[in-house]
């Protein structure tokens, strides 16, 4: 084998992979719900995409293909497929509901923020793995959809439609806080509003 080959390939991943190292594990650590396990996810990611880089084409999205490969070694993991087996029936298709309207920063919004944050951050952790993964892609690691096609291997039909029902979903989820008052606010028709 041709040394000053490797060493190109080697210094190809290292530029590509490390500026990807701390998004990686943040998604890990969405999935798995635990800091160890995302750890060792991460590591086997890199692992695998180190001994797979030969196979990828340079030019094409490099940040879709590392996080196919984290995210197919999460699946084949006992812990994602114990998860990937639970997918709810049930979708309601309600969508009115109050929004709570925060003006300023007092103690009693401060509270009600991280109240707020807290039951968002629960009920996100209740989502099925596909419904978090893609919310997770679209608005924490901000991916287009296609880019989000190509890391999940589905149409974009399929990702519109995913995170369509993962906000519904987290709408159902959190409509009882809202309702006492002390949910967050809930933006509709924006991308970002959750």
């Known amino acids: ?22 998004q990686l594990y943040n998604f890990a650590h969405w999935l798995t719900q635990n800091r160890d396990e995302a750890e060792d996810l991460v590591q086997e990611t890199y692992v695998k995409a180190l001994k ?13 293909w590392i996080y196919r490969i984290l995210r197919n070694t999460f699946l084949t ?3 994602g497929l114990k998860v990937t087996m639970t997918v ?14 925060i003006e300023r920063d007092t103690p009693e ?16 952790d209740e989502l099925p793995v596909h419904f978090r993964e893609i919310l ?29 029902r993962a906000r519904q979903t987290l709408r159902n989820q959190l409509r009882p806080q809202l309702q ?11 991308n970002h509003g959750l």
């Open 1 to 22: 084998m041709d040394l000053s080959g490797a060493n190109l390939q080697l210094d190809s991943f290292e530029e590509l992979a490390t500026p990807l190292f701390d």
């Open 52 to 64: 797979g880089f030969s196979s990828f084409q340079l030019g094409t999205n490099f940040r879709a």
């Open 77 to 79: 993991s006992r812990k």
């Open 88 to 101: 709810p029936l049930d979708f309601d298709e309600e969508e009115d509901g109050p929004e709570a309207a």
């Open 109 to 124: 919004t401060l509270l009600l923020a991280r109240s707020s944050h807290e039951l968002l951050q629960k009920a996100i």
């Open 136 to 164: 997770l892609l679209c608005e924490v690691e901000e991916m287009s959809y296609q880019e989000i096609s190509e890391t999940l291997a589905v149409p974009i039909g399929t990702v519109m439609s995913r995170l369509s």
């Open 180 to 190: 006492q008052g002390a949910g967050p606010q809930i933006a509709r028709g924006t």
